[in-house]
């Protein structure tokens, strides 16, 4: 039990769908995070939601758009994807944004045809 | 752009067997963590260094933070099978923290 749940830990779609990645955390945390890992590159940070705010939105394409409607859930809105885009889609909380660990959920691994 | 490299990118090597893996960075942190990230799973904190020069341990692993708060390592002495994973360097400044490539150990037995 990692105190960070993502749905579906598998995704599969065409570049013309559109699909949400859901996270939800029950740590009392009040910042939420969207990274993108892909193979052979870093873990990249895509968007950081500060009591429900967001604060970073890290040049991620519009083809991305997060949603955050308590400090408890996170979702992040897909449509138009690309190739490329294919990759694990982790989801993390910390209890506030400065300094502090955070905890991960186990990804979504999202796959564009 | 903080850049953190890790080395080496990749490491196998038998049960029993001591290593170090390398974090490195031209950016001062106010704070540098260790995540562990096994297949299929998100990656999980080990531990989180603050003061420049600090040593931590965590029964096996030994984790120091350099003396500028540029730079980590991680040593793990007597490697075991159970220590196979992903292994990933985060510097924090401000709100952000930057993660570098990652170490895959393998540790066979």
């Known amino acids: 039990e990692t105190g960070v749940t993502q749905t579906p830990r598998h995704l599969v779609m065409g570049m013309t769908n559109k699909k949400s990645l859901k996270c939800e955390q029950h740590?009392?945390?009040?910042?939420m995070y969207w990274y993108k890992q892909s193979a052979k590159k870093p873990l990249e940070l895509m968007f950081v939601?500060?009591?429900?705010?967001?604060?970073e939105n890290n040049s991620v394409p519009s083809r991305f758009s997060p949603e955050c409607p308590n400090s408890s859930h996170l979702f992040l809105h897909l449509h138009t994807l690309q190739p490329e885009d294919s990759a694990l889609y982790l989801c993390?909380?910390?209890?506030?944004?400065?300094?502090?660990?955070?905890?991960f959920g186990d990804g979504t691994r999202l796959s564009i045809l | 752009t903080q850049l953190l490299e890790q080395s080496p990118q990749f490491l196998s090597i038998q049960e029993g067997e001591n290593l170090t893996v390398y974090c490195n960075s031209s950016s001062v942190f106010s704070s540098l963590q260790w995540y562990r990230q096994e297949p299929g799973e998100g990656p999980v904190l080990l531990v989180t260094?603050?003061?420049?020069?600090e040593v931590k341990k965590l029964k096996r692993l030994t984790f120091q933070f350099g003396d500028a708060r540029k730079d980590s390592s991680l040593h793990i002495t007597a490697a075991q099978p159970g220590d196979t994973g992903l292994y990933l360097c985060a510097g924090n400044a401000g709100n952000m923290l930057t993660f570098g490539g990652g170490t895959r150990l393998m540790v066979k037995p």
């Open positions: 740590l009392g945390h009040n910042a």
């Open positions: 260094v603050v003061t420049g020069g």
């Open positions: 939601y500060n009591f429900k705010e967001q604060t």
């Open positions: 993390a909380s910390s209890y506030t944004v400065i300094d502090q660990p955070q905890h």
